[in-house]
């Protein structure tokens, strides 16, 4: 195989692993395409192509970790990954691990750990690389790479749900709560939401959200049931999608262009947590993206005019 095609073979792969890393589509884009160039300007081939670009692809993204957390911290509001609609790397021996892995609670559970724990985490227990290679990725020995994955999974377990819901489960109950939405059914969205669901906006000071953080069944439901039936009579669409593989809805305006993402995390039969990202620096890789600060005056005029 040519090099361009042992490449593309693991493009999806890298890809995978520098997402996970990143929490960013356009960052891991670039951070696979400066893969690319290294690996094309080496003038021999390595004994694993796999090893070799994978180590590659985690040490650029560890480097754009480390410069973009001071970003995130000055960042305005609640800073979420960028959606994924489809995660292109697929192995059926690890497909639990992949799925969890690239939800938005997941990965803002990984936004807890330092660099180095976030991509030794990835690298052993999301893709299951042995600890040579991962200690070959990040400059570490295999005696530091095992506790820094111990540390990693402290974290990681100390912040995760203790039952979580099948997929079918989920669908399930995103199908009627957005069929609530869409009715203005706030009996109905009351009865879906958890008593401690969180309602949290992504809008980094480049959108109008529905609010940054709202908690409690009562509130969320009275918000959502709302605002919801407003939006429709402006014709924003609302477009289920599953999201980071969980399910969620693509917000469109009356062109098609998008305005907004929601994904819900839903446990014991309830929707636990629902995250809303509508800053358009996230949302360009998805297709247009429309003017929600348009929309949002548009809404206004509308209520107003109801009164």
Same mark, same amino acid.
């Given at each position: 195989?040519?090099?361009?095609?042992?490449?593309?073979?693991?493009?999806?792969?890298?890809?995978?692993?520098?997402?996970?890393? =990143?929490?960013?589509?356009? #960052?891991? #884009?670039?951070?696979? /395409?400066?893969?690319?160039?290294?690996?094309?300007?080496? @003038?021999?081939? @390595?004994?694993?192509?796999?090893?070799?670009?994978? &180590?590659?692809?985690?040490?650029?993204?560890?480097?754009?970790?480390?410069?973009?957390?001071?970003?995130?911290?000055?960042?305005?509001?609640?800073?979420?990954?960028?959606?994924? =609609?489809?995660?292109?790397?697929?192995?059926?021996?690890?497909?639990?691990?992949?799925?969890?892995?690239?939800?938005?609670?997941?990965?803002?559970?990984?936004?807890?750990?330092?660099?180095?724990?976030?991509?030794?985490?990835? =690298?052993?227990?999301?893709? &299951?690389?042995?600890?040579?290679?991962?200690?070959?990725?990040?400059?570490?020995?295999?005696? &530091?790479?095992?506790? *820094?994955?111990?540390?990693?999974?402290? $974290?990681?377990? &100390? !912040?995760?749900?203790?039952?979580?819901?099948?997929?079918?489960?989920?669908?399930?109950?995103?199908?009627?709560?957005?069929?609530?939405?869409?009715?203005?059914?706030?009996?109905?969205?009351?009865?879906?939401?958890?008593?401690?669901? /969180?309602?949290?906006?992504?809008?980094?000071?480049?959108? @109008?959200?529905?609010?940054?953080?709202? +908690?409690?069944?009562?509130?969320?439901?009275? +918000? *959502?049931?709302?605002?919801?039936?407003?939006? =429709?009579?402006?014709?924003?669409?609302?477009?289920? $999608?599953?999201?980071?593989?969980? @399910? !969620?809805?693509?917000?469109?305006?009356?062109?098609?262009?998008?305005? /907004?993402?929601?994904?819900?995390?839903? +446990?014991?039969?309830?929707? /636990?947590?629902?995250? !809303?990202?509508?800053?358009?620096?996230?949302?360009? $890789?998805?297709?247009?993206? !429309?003017?929600?600060?348009?929309?949002?005056?548009?809404?206004?005029?509308?209520?107003?005019?109801?009164?």
């Amino acid at each position: 195989m040519s090099k361009v095609e042992d490449f593309e073979e693991l493009r999806p792969l890298l890809f995978s692993i520098a997402y996970r890393i =990143l929490g960013s589509v356009s #960052e891991a #884009e670039d951070a696979v /395409q400066e893969t690319w160039l290294r690996f094309d300007g080496s @003038p021999t081939r @390595p004994t694993s192509t796999k090893a070799f670009l994978s &180590a590659v692809v985690t040490r650029i993204s560890i480097d754009v970790l480390r410069s973009a957390r001071v970003r995130r911290e000055e960042y305005a509001g609640p800073w979420f990954p960028e959606p994924l =609609l489809n995660d292109p790397y697929q192995d059926p021996a690890r497909s639990v691990e992949l799925a969890d892995s690239v939800s938005m609670a997941a990965l803002l559970l990984l936004e807890r750990l330092s660099p180095l724990e976030r991509a030794v985490f990835v =690298l052993r227990e999301v893709f &299951a690389f042995g600890f040579e290679d991962v200690a070959s990725a990040v400059g570490r020995s295999e005696s &530091a790479c095992r506790q *820094l994955l111990v540390r990693a999974r402290r $974290h990681m377990q &100390a !912040g995760r749900p203790r039952f979580e819901a099948d997929r079918r489960e989920r669908q399930e109950l995103a199908a009627r709560f957005f069929d609530a939405l869409k009715n203005g059914d706030v009996d109905g969205l009351r009865n879906l939401l958890a008593a401690d669901v /969180q309602l949290v906006g992504d809008g980094g000071g480049r959108a @109008p959200q529905l609010a940054r953080t709202v +908690l409690g069944a009562e509130n969320v439901a009275r +918000l *959502l049931g709302r605002v919801f039936p407003w939006l =429709l009579r402006i014709e924003v669409t609302l477009e289920p $999608h599953e999201i980071n593989d969980r @399910p !969620g809805a693509i917000l469109r305006d009356r062109d098609g262009r998008i305005l /907004q993402t929601l994904v819900l995390e839903v +446990l014991d039969g309830r929707v /636990q947590s629902i995250h !809303g990202v509508s800053n358009p620096d996230k949302l360009g $890789h998805l297709g247009p993206v !429309g003017d929600a600060w348009a929309v949002d005056r548009e809404l206004r005029q509308a209520r107003r005019r109801m009164r």
